[in-house]
């Protein structure tokens, strides 16, 4: 077993020796919308896992899909030649999906906040179903309540009981 530490800047390797050579080495019009976005080794630094997106429809995927496994071998070999391991990890590649639910986060994203501005404009014009203030008390709205309004009587507190922190008696 590697370091993980290892297996992570050998990984950040192979991602850009593999763009690299997607560009520079691989002819085929077909991996020209290919972007490598990220790249995985496992601990023992056989495997490699590439993801990728490609720009454009369903049909340049598939296209890219096809032209990625047809250049696997040659993109290993150049992996091969640029890094310093004692075996070449096998490549694998696998669409990234990151975009797309992305994207579909920001698709729900917008549609709530479209839906909140709805909310908002058909509260600016809501009125209460009852009264607006539906605690009433008995007191008239202009009557000011003062401490002097309470009187001695009013407090119910005994004078020949000790009460205790606790709340005990």
């Given at each position: 077993?590697?370091?993980?530490?290892?297996?992570?800047?050998?990984?950040?390797?192979?991602?850009?020796?593999?763009?690299?050579?997607?560009?520079?080495?691989?002819?085929?019009?077909?991996?020209?919308?290919?972007?490598?976005?990220?790249?995985?080794?496992?601990?023992?630094?056989?495997?490699?896992?590439?993801?990728?997106?490609?720009?454009?429809?369903?049909?340049?995927?598939?296209?890219?899909?096809r032209a990625l496994e047809?250049?696997?071998?040659?993109?290993?070999?150049?992996?091969?030649?640029?890094?310093?391991?004692?075996?070449?990890?096998?490549?694998?590649?696998?669409?990234?999906?990151?975009?797309?639910?992305?994207?579909?986060?920001?698709?729900?994203?917008?549609?709530?906040?479209?839906?909140?501005?709805?909310?908002?404009?058909?509260?600016?014009?809501?009125?209460?179903?009852?009264?607006?203030?539906?605690?009433?008390?008995?007191?008239?709205?202009?009557?000011?309540?003062d401490e002097?309004?309470?009187?001695?009587?009013?407090?119910?507190?005994?004078?020949?009981?000790?009460?205790?922190?606790?709340?005990?008696?």
């Amino acid at each position: 077993m590697a370091d993980p530490a290892r297996a992570a800047k050998l990984a950040q390797r192979i991602k850009v020796v593999v763009a690299e050579a997607l560009g520079r080495r691989i002819k085929d019009p077909r991996v020209e919308g290919i972007t490598i976005t990220d790249a995985r080794v496992t601990n023992d630094l056989q495997h490699a896992t590439v993801y990728y997106t490609v720009f454009g429809d369903e049909a340049a995927h598939s296209d890219a899909v096809r032209a990625l496994e047809k250049a696997k071998g040659v993109l290993r070999q150049e992996v091969g030649r640029n890094i310093t391991v004692r075996l070449t990890p096998t490549l694998e590649f696998v669409a990234d999906l990151i975009p797309v639910n992305a994207s579909n986060l920001e698709e729900l994203l917008r549609t709530a906040k479209q839906r909140d501005a709805e909310v908002a404009a058909l509260a600016a014009g809501a009125k209460h179903a009852g009264d607006a203030d539906p605690y009433k008390s008995d007191a008239p709205q202009d009557a000011d309540i003062d401490e002097d309004d309470f009187d001695e009587e009013d407090i119910d507190l005994r004078a020949d009981e000790d009460i205790d922190e606790d709340g005990g008696k």
